[in-house]
């Protein structure tokens, strides 16, 4: 690349990527780091690395699916036919998807 004034440029680019891969410990852990230790976490893993938790937090409900590559849907006391309709809102963390949670369950 040559900058206006001539030179020649060089850029590189020095940051290392790290794969993140959400598990169902680390989850749940992520759970009771956002949530505290009163809310409960039913976690599945599916073969193809994505997760649907199941929340439990007082008289509320959530589900959250998806993984670290696509993002994650979550539902706040999904009514009984919402099961296979989507998700009401996307974060693109699990820390995100569940600081969405805490704000529908904290009103």
């Known amino acids: 690349m040559t900058a206006p004034d ?6 590189t680019n020095r940051e290392e990527s790290i794969a993140v891969n959400t598990t169902e410990q680390s989850a749940r852990d992520t759970v009771r780091r956002v949530l505290g230790d009163t809310a409960h976490a039913d976690v599945t893993a599916f073969p193809a690395g994505n997760l649907s938790i199941s929340l439990h937090s007082g008289e509320h409900t959530a589900t959250i699916d998806g993984d670290d590559s696509s993002g994650w849907g979550w539902t706040v006391d999904p009514g009984t036919d919402d099961g296979f309709t989507g998700h009401e809102d996307v974060a693109p963390t699990l820390e ?12």
């Open 6 to 11: 001539g030179r020649t440029v060089i850029l």
């Open 96 to 107: 995100g998807a569940l600081t969405g949670v805490r704000g529908k369950i904290a009103t």
